[in-house]
T-cell receptor, first 112, second 112 residues
C-alpha cells in the first residue's frame, strides 16, 4: 500500500471513446503527477500539479486532459486516443515539487 | 537536450554477488538525482542525492553522486532474489516546475 490509489487498474477502450483515469493520494502531499510508461522507453512525465495548479505540461497531445480539483485527487481525461497511447499510466505524489515521489500501481490502458 | 542514461540495461547475477548500477546525466539546472526500484507495479523510492561524495546507505543498498563527472552509482551487496527488479534513475531540476527526467532503467535478475 503506497498511499496512492489509481482506478481503474485496467482499461480497454476504442479510439472514439471517452474515459477518465482517477488518482487519489492519502499522504497529505501538495504535488501530483501523471506519467506514461511504454515498453522499452523511459518513464515520461506528462503533467505536474502543485497545490492544484498545473506547473508543468510536457508537450502532451490535447487528447489527454488533466484535472486536479483538490490536492488529493487527480484525473486524466482521455478522448480520441491512438493505438500508440496504449501504455501503463502512473500517478505519483510528493510533499512538494522536487521531493521524492510516491507512485500508484498504475492503470494499464489498451487502445483498440 | 537533457538526458539520463543508465547502464547496463540488464544484468543477471547469482545470489550473494555484488552489483553496481550506473546512471550518468547531462542536464541544465541540475537539482538532485533519485533512485527507484520497480518490481511489478509502482516504483518505490530508494535514495535522493544532492551533494557529491556523500554516500547514502540503506541496508545492503548504497548510492553516491559525483557532480563533477555527472554520474551516480547504486551498489547492492550480497544480492538476494528479492532484489530482482528494474532500477530507475531520475534527475530533478532547479525551479518550481517539478520537472523530472528518468533513465531507461536497469533490469536486474538475481538467480538462486
Amino acid at each position: 500500500e503506497t498511499g496512492v490509489t489509481q482506478t481503474p487498474r485496467h482499461l480497454v477502450m476504442g479510439m472514439t471513446n471517452k474515459k477518465s483515469l482517477k488518482c487519489e493520494q492519502h499522504l497529505g502531499h501538495n504535488a501530483m503527477y501523471w506519467y506514461k510508461q511504454s515498453a522499452k522507453k523511459p518513464l515520461e512525465l506528462m503533467f505536474v500539479y502543485s497545490l492544484e495548479e498545473r506547473v508543468e505540461n510536457n508537450s502532451v497531445p490535447s487528447r489527454f486532459s488533466p484535472e486536479c480539483p483538490n490536492s488529493s485527487h487527480l484525473f486524466l481525461h482521455l478522448h480520441t486516443l491512438q493505438p500508440e497511447d496504449s501504455a501503463l499510466y502512473l500517478c505519483a505524489s510528493s510533499l512538494e515539487n522536487n521531493q521524492p515521489q510516491h507512485f500508484g500501481d498504475g492503470t494499464r490502458l489498451s487502445i483498440l | 537536450e537533457d538526458k539520463v542514461v543508465q547502464s547496463p540495461l540488464s544484468l543477471v547475477v547469482h545470489e550473494g554477488d555484488t552489483v553496481t548500477l550506473n546512471c550518468s546525466y547531462e542536464v541544465t539546472n541540475f537539482r538532485s538525482l533519485l533512485w527507484y526500484k520497480q518490481e511489478k507495479k509502482a516504483p518505490t523510492f530508494l535514495f535522493m542525492l544532492t551533494s557529491s561524495g556523500i554516500e547514502k546507505k540503506s541496508g545492503r543498498l548504497s548510492s553516491i553522486l559525483d557532480k563533477k563527472e555527472l554520474f551516480s552509482i547504486l551498489n547492492i551487496t550480497a544480492t538476494q532474489t528479492g532484489d530482482s527488479a528494474v532500477y530507475l534513475c531520475a534527475v530533478t531540476f532547479s525551479g518550481n516546475t517539478g520537472k523530472l527526467i528518468f533513465g531507461q532503467g536497469t533490469t536486474l535478475q538475481v538467480k538462486p
